[in-house]
C-alpha cells in the first residue's frame, strides 16, 4: 500500500541554524510533493509545490528537493526562527486523487 | 468570507448520538475535501467532491459516514451513531479545481469528542 514516512516525528534546532526535514514514501509515483505548515489548532497551510519534473524549488528562506529515483523529498528552512516553530506536513497525489499526507514533524526552533 | 469556514468550531456529543458538521468553502471553488486528524496522526482522506461529479468516496472509515454537498457550496459531514474513536479534528478544504498541482485551502477543523 501506498505510504509517506516523515522521518522524526520532532526536531530540534538552535536559531539561525538550517532545519532539515525528511519525506520519503513507498508504492507511489507522485506528479507532485506538496509542503504544508500546521499550527496548533489550525488547519494546514501550503508552502511549496514541487513537479515531478523538477529537482529543486526555492520560497525566500524555504528549498524544497525532489528526488524520484530515491522517492524523496528534502525540506530545508534556512536562517531558522523560533517563528518557525510549527508541524510540516508533507503531501503527495498525482492525477486527480486527493492528497495523501504524512504524519508530520514537529520544528522547535530553540532561541 | 476570505477563507474556508467551519462550524461548529468544537463539539462534544454522547455516543451513538448524530452530529453534522459544517463546511463553507471559499466562494468560486468547486472541489471540496473533507480530512480527519485524530491526535498525533496524519491527515486522513475521507471525501471529495468536484463539480457535479459523483463523490469519491473511497476514504470514508463506515457506512456510519456519508457526505454531501448542495449547489455545488456548502458540505455538511453527517456521522451517525458516533463512537469514541470518531473523536478527532474534522479538516474542511476547497481548491480552485481537483488536479495535481491544486493546493487546497484549509479551514480550521471541527473538533469533535465523543464521550
Known amino acids: 500500500s501506498q505510504k509517506i514516512e516523515q522521518n522524526s516525528e520532532a526536531l530540534n534546532i538552535q536559531e539561525g541554524k538550517t532545519a532539515t526535514l525528511t519525506c520519503n514514501y513507498t508504492?507511489?509515483?507522485?506528479?507532485?510533493l506538496q509542503w504544508y505548515r500546521q499550527d496548533p489548532g489550525r488547519g494546514p497551510v501550503f508552502l511549496l509545490l514541487?513537479?515531478?519534473?523538477?529537482k529543486e524549488k526555492r520560497k525566500e528562506r524555504l528549498k524544497v528537493t525532489f528526488d524520484t529515483t530515491l522517492k524523496q523529498s528534502l525540506f530545508h528552512i534556512t536562517a531558522s526562527q523560533p517563528a518557525d516553530s510549527a508541524t510540516y506536513l508533507c503531501a503527495l497525489n498525482s492525477g486527480n486523487t486527493p492528497l495523501v499526507f504524512g504524519k508530520g514533524t514537529r520544528l522547535s526552533v530553540i532561541a | 468570507g476570505a477563507g474556508v469556514s467551519q462550524s461548529p468550531s468544537n463539539k462534544v456529543t454522547e455516543k451513538g448520538k448524530d452530529v453534522e458538521l459544517r463546511c463553507d468553502p471559499i466562494?468560486?471553488?468547486?472541489?471540496l475535501y473533507w480530512y480527519r486528524q485524530s491526535l498525533g496522526q496524519g491527515l486522513e482522506f475521507l471525501i471529495y467532491f468536484q463539480g457535479n461529479s459523483a463523490p469519491d468516496k473511497s476514504g470514508l472509515p463506515s457506512d456510519r459516514f456519508s457526505a454531501e454537498r448542495t449547489g455545488g457550496s456548502v458540505s455538511t459531514l453527517t456521522i451517525q451513531r458516533t463512537q469514541q474513536e470518531d473523536s478527532a479534528v474534522y479538516l474542511c478544504?476547497?481548491?480552485?479545481?481537483?488536479?495535481?498541482?491544486?493546493?487546497?485551502?484549509f479551514g480550521q477543523g471541527t473538533r469533535l469528542t465523543v464521550v
Open positions: 466562494s468560486g471553488h468547486t472541489a
Open positions: 478544504a476547497s481548491s480552485p479545481a481537483t488536479g495535481a498541482g491544486r493546493a487546497p485551502f
Open positions: 514541487i513537479r515531478e519534473n523538477e
Open positions: 508504492n507511489y509515483s507522485p506528479a507532485y
